[in-house]
């Protein structure tokens, strides 16, 4: 089956520094990749949607500016968070989608951010 | 948009005994409905999956029903095992588009 991996899988970083998320999908080509946001005891929050080769769209209240997202190729998306506070301290899952099995998206296993 | 609903959102339930989670959607060109199990700490695994073209699916233990005309779809787990418990999430998207999550059910398996 599809596999999606995501690096780190935790990452502890101080205050106002900035850190990499890495997503891949390992055995098929994501022409588009999700990256999600989800806090304790809630659902997935769609942050963006990133298309290889293009800007990614950005939902409603997430700054672009602060979660940087490039997609350079068809199997890897990167979410930076910049100048990163203890409020964006979450659960960042990114899914990919392989158009050949029509919708069906797969998820990474997430990456724990804690930001002190 | 799309906007999801799924109750209960916690349920527990004996071992053996069957456990049924309902979403609904509002979105009528809404033609995929997935559901994935999410464990501590880790990534939500798809379990199961309908498109708007059927209205039943069934994989072992786990059953999905979909009605179209009422817009509601549900997951129907039986003989559930401890190893069951965890977060489910319903989602309802239509070809192309983002995915709409309900709010979860969490989901415990009393031995």
């Known amino acids: 089956g599809a596999v999606v991996s995501q690096h780190p899988s935790w990452v502890i970083c101080k205050s106002g520094t900035s850190v990499k998320i890495e997503c891949r999908s390992l055995d098929f080509q994501a022409t588009t990749m999700f990256w999600y946001r989800q806090f304790p005891k809630q659902s997935l929050m769609l942050m963006a949607t990133s298309n290889e080769g293009s800007k990614a769209t950005y939902e409603q209240g997430v700054e672009k500016d602060k979660f940087l997202i490039n997609h350079a190729s068809l199997t890897l998306s990167t979410l930076t968070v910049t100048s990163a506070h203890p409020e964006d301290s979450s659960f960042y899952i990114c899914?990919?989608?392989?158009?050949?099995?029509?919708?069906?998206?797969?998820f990474g296993p997430g990456t724990r951010l804690t930001v002190l | 948009g799309e906007n999801v609903e799924q109750h209960p959102s916690t349920l527990s339930v004996q071992e053996g005994d069957s456990a049924v989670i309902k979403c609904t959607y509002s979105?009528?060109?809404?033609?995929?409905f997935p559901w994935y199990k999410q464990e501590l700490g880790k990534g939500p695994q798809l379990i199961i999956d309908i498109r708007s073209n059927v209205g039943e699916k069934k994989d072992q233990r786990i059953a999905v029903t979909l009605n179209k005309t009422a817009k509601h779809f549900s997951l129907h787990i039986t003989e559930t095992q401890p190893e069951d418990s965890a977060v489910y999430f319903c989602a309802a998207t239509y070809t192309g588009n983002q995915f709409y999550f309900g709010t979860g059910t969490s989901l415990t398996v009393i031995p």
């Open positions: 979105d009528s060109a809404s033609n995929y």
């Open positions: 899914s990919a989608r392989d158009l050949s099995i029509y919708n069906e998206q797969f």
